[in-house]
């Protein structure tokens, strides 16, 4: 069986503007996935060619087999069963909620459709409203609205793009979850575009990582995260900070901060990066015993209060500055040192940049 | 299967290939249409190149410059003249209330009801020396000729009057839906930065509704330099009335054709520079939630000064004419009012209902052509097709008779060659080459209407409805026309309106035994029997004024989508 | 359901373009209130249906041309020599050889070619309030460009088709020179600038604005039936003056029609002139519009009667048409509006 969408070599041109690059990812059945990237990066771009929108430069765009898009030739939106939910909601203001969710609902007969209505609005928790129109809601309400109307005929494939950008930031990670679960409920395939790595996290198992128009790493949150396969992608998912580093033999890195041991191999003598994440910094209070591994003393620089937890700069000896998490009990002042443990459970290295 | 489509999955299927063809049917057929419109506009310039260097040489050693510099203080007068009374009518109606708003509200649109000629008439009738007011004055003061100063009705200043007159609700309408659809969000953040109401006005309001007021006073330009009648009546030479005396007159065509080029370039020079001024700045509010404006209620001498302000224009571009107008048709009712004249009505009537249907439905293929297809070929065409409406009817007209005759000849030739029969005119002189030439009149108002509707619709609409499984053309039809009413109904109402009053393409054009009520109202007025033209000319303002009442019934509502359906909603 | 509604929308619109064999087809640039009872007549006489287009002189003229060979047109009607003449010159009329016209209407007032016949003429004399100017001051056209007259004319502008061919005939008669001289002169002596019709004109001497008015007498008979109180006592005050009686006599135009090149019914085209030169018909078309008839014997109507005989310019009228463009060149450079 083919996947549900599959992107091969995608590029979208305006003009002499290449603005998508050789794109490529496979989403399969009843996955959701996600596109990530800072503003401007394409993610929309790529949403509304797979959407039928924007016609391909070249490569080609297939849902379940079936080439929907190809350079010259373009199946229109209305053709491809693929829903999608926009970050303004376009709701159409001269339709009730229960005609807008009803909009997409053609060819059923009168019951099914009522039904069908009936249970998205029960679905997005807005039950009695199918009368409402639009602007009589709030905009939290009008998103859930947006969902279901996409929902309705069943897409193959539903596309969201920032659908929670317009909400403010209690409601936002609320309804992302909600949103999430009312996917799986229907069982519908489903593709974000969002620039939060928290609602990427959040809602997908699949994220793309784009920018400049290219798609650097359609992989787990998990993998993106502590497994980036590219300098961009390290620094555009979660934080953290590069410290030089170089290959002592194939399997051991030198740095600052102690010699570490790297699952994978390198060659002897090179001058790399090492990507060192905030929860990698373990802070070792002092007179606790259990404390292994290489241990440096930094001091702080600055810290930031976050409820659960302290984001510390420090500086090392050697002038590199890092970032570590602690929980919100380990109170350390800027200017005090504290001691810190590397560890970390793969070493992420990448060859030192040359200037 | 495999996991990835191969090349030699591409080749599409049929229905496919109708449902693209179909979409880019869309885009061809708009071309075509601007294209056919924009015929009879590049027919005349055709004549460009046609040498008449003496004429010009006589014209600029003469008369040229006052054609010019009349033209010119017209346009700067009525420009002043329909910005003083349009916006700020629409503003008392829009944001304040006093006695007689409501009524006002609507009946402020009257005057688009009366054509410009035939107010001119009835005013002329009015003030001239030998009318009613003066002679009143001369008896009250015991005054004869020369004792007294009395502003001369047929001036450039008259002329200007009278085009102010029937001209402003343009601005008016276009102004006031501009101010109701402003979201208060906008008013009340200039008031929180320390704007009073007065400077809200001029700082936010105004800049907001500035689009709106522009499109009002080109449109307002516009008929008045394609004016000829008025002018003419008044003694004023314009550029209009020069390309006429050229022609006729001097009998030179060609010269005549690059006059008539020279003003449309010089109109579209002024729609270009106007765009490319506002080309950064983006009017439609961004909220997606709206809350209209609260009304201020004026109170004592402000109240009665906002009345006053609102009841001026209507008495004078509307009560004082219907009145002499009145006055005139009691004369002669008796011999006028036939079954004749009732045909001629009806005629009229039909044509003016026909012909507003169809320039609406070339201006929604055309704009929604445009939303479609960001082609710079059909925008050049639309841009093209749509200058008609500063074009003076006449010179339309024959841009008009060009082609159509050029097609029928064609026609008739080959005919005839390969099958013996003369077909000889199968379009000129029908009713046909009318609608035709009032579509490249008139397709400019409607237009721009349709255009500022659609440009108030957000794009993430149609791609909703687009993923929802709609076709374009399903998309206009079930998501545009219900959100567009409003701006539909205005711009059919306005074409409607301006054919009812049209005259030198339909004295021209219109085909053996069909009289219109302008036409009617022209030949006896230029026989000079202007109490025998009264009562065609009542009709006229008659039959404008029940469209004109449903257009501002509709306005009265304000123009966004959100805000049209919250209305109905409840 | 759609598609039948096209089909009879578009054979109604089509329908107006398709003319029955043997109906005449009209161009005139003549109102149609004036016409139309004479059209009638003719059509209850013959059985010939007459179908019109009103417009003005010079759009029919280039509608004619435009639509060529194939032009559904008959007859050309105008109220203007100098259009006749423009029509004949682009060659858009085409002779005619009637015994009833060449015998009814003077040679002076019909083409050499035989091409169109004047059906009645308009003069264009001077008209002077009663109550200030006195008769004997007045004498010909050329003396009104005396400085004793300033701003006491008044005179319509000089768009206007009949001042043109006043123009037009004063440089036949004087030679371009001396009429702009001429012109210069008389616009000096404008009361104000020019501005609206002849009724206009005349309703100004009435009111004092100015003393006397160069205009076409039809429109002073008008104004004397006019259902109007206050134009009928405006025109008892004015008075006719008939100019250059010693010597060229009052300035004419006609009305008129010609037979076009491209006419399917050249026959019924000729019978239709031919009417027009009938005494019925002359008395009728002269007394609608306080016109002369062309016809010699045929009686003037009661206003013309009180005006009085006069002796008229006798210049072929197509030196109207062929001077036209000169004439308007003329007052251009004279200030003439």
């Not at chain 2, 109402?493 to 054009?509: W, Y």
């Not at chain 3, 019978?271 to 062309?294: K, T």
Request: charge should be neutral; proline fraction near 5%.
């Amino acid at each position: 069986m083919p996947p549900l969408l599959a992107i091969d070599a995608v590029s979208v041109a305006y003009g002499s503007t290449q603005v998508l690059h050789q794109i490529a990812l496979t989403l399969s059945h009843g996955s959701i996935g996600c596109l990530l990237g800072p503003s401007g990066c394409g993610k929309t771009t790529l949403l509304r060619a797979i959407a039928g929108f924007e016609p391909i430069s070249a490569g080609s765009i297939a849902l379940e087999g079936q080439v929907v898009s190809a350079p010259g030739r373009t199946l229109p939106p209305e053709r491809r069963q693929i829903g999608m939910v926009f970050q303004d909601f376009a709701l159409f203001p001269h339709l009730s909620i229960a005609d807008n969710i009803a909009f997409g609902l053609r060819g059923w007969s009168a019951s099914d459709r009522r039904q069908r209505v009936e249970a998205l609005l029960r679905l997005v928790g807005l039950s009695g409203y199918g009368r409402h129109y639009p602007h009589q809601l709030s905009g939290g309400q009008q998103q859930r609205v947006a969902l279901a109307r996409a929902l309705a005929p069943r897409p193959r494939l539903l596309l969201l793009d920032e659908p929670f950008s317009s909400l403010d930031v209690t409601l936002r990670e609320g309804l992302a979850r909600e949103v999430r679960e009312i996917l799986s409920q229907e069982g519908t395939s489903a593709i974000l575009v969002t620039h939060d790595q928290q609602e990427a996290f959040a809602f997908a198992d699949e994220i793309g990582v784009m920018a400049g128009g290219r798609l650097l790493q359609w992989d787990s949150g998990y993998n993106l995260y502590h497994r980036p396969a590219s300098r961009t992608v390290a620094q555009f998912v979660g934080q953290g900070q590069m410290v030089p580093g170089r290959w002592l033999d194939t399997t051991r890195v030198e740095t600052p901060l102690g010699i570490l041991r790297s699952d994978a191999e390198g060659t002897p003598g090179a001058e790399v990066d090492v990507l060192v994440r905030p929860d990698d910094l373990v802070h070792v209070r002092s007179g606790d015993s259990s404390a292994s591994g290489a241990l440096v003393t930094a001091t702080v620089i600055n810290r930031v209060f976050r409820g659960a937890e302290y984001l510390y700069t420090v500086q090392l000896g050697s002038g590199q500055q890092l970032l570590c998490l602690t929980p919100s009990h380990d109170d350390v002042a800027p200017g005090e040192r504290m001691a810190l443990r590397l560890d970390q459970r793969h070493l992420v290295v990448f060859p030192r940049q040359t200037a | 299967m495999n996991d990835t489509p191969s090349a030699a999955a591409l080749p599409l299927t049929p229905p496919r290939r109708q449902r693209r063809r179909l979409f880019d049917g869309w885009l061809a057929s708009a071309l075509l249409v601007a294209l056919l419109v924009a015929l009879p506009v590049l027919a005349v310039f055709s004549f460009v190149l046609d040498p008449a260097a003496s004429v010009w040489r006589h014209l600029g050693a003469t008369v040229l410059g006052d054609y010019i510099a009349n033209s010119l203080w017209l346009m700067l007068w009525v420009t002043i003249g329909v910005v003083a009374i349009g916006v700020p009518c629409a503003w008392l109606t829009s944001v304040c209330d006093f006695p007689g708003r409501r009524w006002l509200e609507w009946a402020l649109l009257l005057p688009l009801a009366m054509p410009a000629y035939i107010i001119a008439y009835t005013y002329t009738g009015l003030l001239d020396f030998a009318g009613p007011v003066q002679t009143a004055l001369r008896t009250t003061f015991d005054w004869s000729y020369g004792d007294y100063w009395f502003p001369p009705i047929r001036s450039l200043g008259g002329a200007c009057a009278m085009f102010v007159l029937v001209l402003y609700p343009y601005v008016y309408m276009l102004a006031r839906a501009a101010f109701l659809s402003q979201s208060r969000c906008a008013l009340e953040v200039s008031r929180t930065l320390g704007a009073g109401p007065w400077r809200g006005f001029f700082t936010v309001a105004l800049p907001l509704a500035r689009p709106a007021v522009i499109a009002g006073v080109s449109l307002a330009l516009m008929e008045t330099l394609a004016d000829y009648g008025t002018v003419v009546y008044f003694g004023v030479t314009t550029f209009t009335t020069g390309i006429f005396r050229t022609w006729y007159g001097l009998g030179n065509a060609a010269a005549a054709a690059q006059l008539a080029a020279a003003l449309m370039l010089f109109v579209f020079v002024l729609i270009i520079s106007e765009r490319w001024s506002r080309r950064r700045q983006r009017y439609h509010h961004g909220s997606a939630r709206f809350r209209a404006l609260a009304r201020h209620r004026l109170r004592g001498w402000q109240a009665v000064l906002a009345s006053c302000v609102c009841l001026l224009p209507l008495l004078l571009g509307f009560v004082v004419p219907v009145l002499q107008l009145g006055q005139w048709a009691l004369l002669t009712y008796e011999q006028s009012l036939n079954a004749t004249f009732v045909t001629i009505a009806l005629q009229t009537l039909l044509l003016a209902g026909t012909a507003a249907l169809l320039v609406l439905a070339i201006a929604l293929l055309l704009g929604y052509g445009k939303r479609l297809h960001s082609s710079r070929l059909l925008r050049s065409a639309v841009q093209i097709a749509g200058i008609g409406y500063a074009v003076p009817g006449t010179v339309i007209a024959v841009g008009v008779m060009l082609p159509f005759a050029a097609f029928d000849h064609t026609v008739d030739a080959f005919m005839s060659r390969y099958w013996g029969i003369s077909t000889g005119l199968l379009l000129s002189g029908t009713l046909v080459a009318l609608l035709f030439a009032y579509a490249v009149r008139f397709l400019a108002v409607a237009l721009q209407t349709v255009e500022a509707g659609l440009g108030r619709i957000r794009p993430s609409t149609d791609d909703a409805a687009r993923s929802l499984g709609l076709s374009p053309g399903s998309v206009l039809r079930r998501i545009h026309l219900p959100l567009l009413r409003g701006s539909l109904l205005t711009a059919i109402v306005l074409v409607f309106v301006d054919v009812l009053k049209e005259l030198p393409a339909t004295l021209i054009l219109r085909p053996f035994n069909f009289n219109t009520l302008a036409v009617r109202t022209y030949e006896l007025a230029s026989d000079e029997r202007l109490a025998e033209a009264s009562l065609p000319a009542l009709a006229i303002v008659a039959i404008g004024l029940l469209p004109v009442i449903l257009l501002s019934r509709a306005i009265r509502r304000p123009a966004t989508g959100e805000v049209d359906a919250a209305l109905t909603g409840h | 359901m759609f598609q039948r509604l096209t089909l009879l929308l578009t054979a109604t619109l089509l329908s107006c373009s398709a003319f029955a064999s043997g109906e005449l087809n009209v161009y005139s640039s003549r109102q149609e209130q004036l016409i139309a009872p004479l059209i009638e007549q003719f059509s209850k006489q013959t059985g010939i249906v007459v179908n019109v287009v009103t417009g003005k002189d010079d759009a029919l003229i280039e509608r004619l041309r435009i639509e060529g060979r194939n032009s559904p047109a008959d007859l050309l009607w105008t109220a203007d020599a100098g259009r006749l003449h423009r029509a004949k010159s682009q060659g858009l009329l085409q002779p005619i050889e009637s015994e009833v016209l060449e015998a009814v209407i003077p040679a002076h007032l019909r083409d050499a070619d035989q091409q169109w016949f004047g059906l009645t003429t308009r003069a264009r004399p001077i008209m002077y309030a009663r109550d200030r100017v006195d008769p004997a001051e007045l004498s010909t056209y050329e003396a009104l460009a005396d400085p004793k007259w300033k701003r006491r004319i008044c005179v319509r502008s000089s768009d206007n088709i009949y001042n043109q061919s006043l123009v037009a005939a004063m440089i036949e008669h004087l030679g371009e020179e001396r009429t702009e001289a001429w012109t210069r002169g008389l616009v000096a002596n404008f009361a104000r600038p020019p501005a609206g019709g002849d009724r206009e004109q005349i309703s100004a001497v009435a009111a004092g604005v100015c003393d006397i008015a160069i205009a076409n007498t039809y429109y002073l008979g008008g104004m004397l039936k006019s259902p109007n109180a206050a134009d009928r006592q405006a025109a008892e005050k004015v008075a006719v003056f008939w100019p250059n009686q010693d010597g060229t006599g009052t300035h004419v135009n006609i009305t008129g029609a010609g037979v076009t090149k491209a006419a399917r019914n050249r026959d019924n085209a000729i019978r239709l002139i031919e009417f027009m030169v009938s005494d019925e018909a002359q008395q009728w078309y002269a007394e609608g519009n306080s016109e002369y008839p062309v016809k010699a014997g045929v009686e003037w109507s009661e206003v013309l009667k009180r005006w009085g005989e006069f002796k008229a310019d006798e210049l072929p009228m197509n030196v109207l048409g062929e001077n036209n463009a000169a004439a308007l060149r003329l007052m251009d450079r004279a200030g003439w509006k």
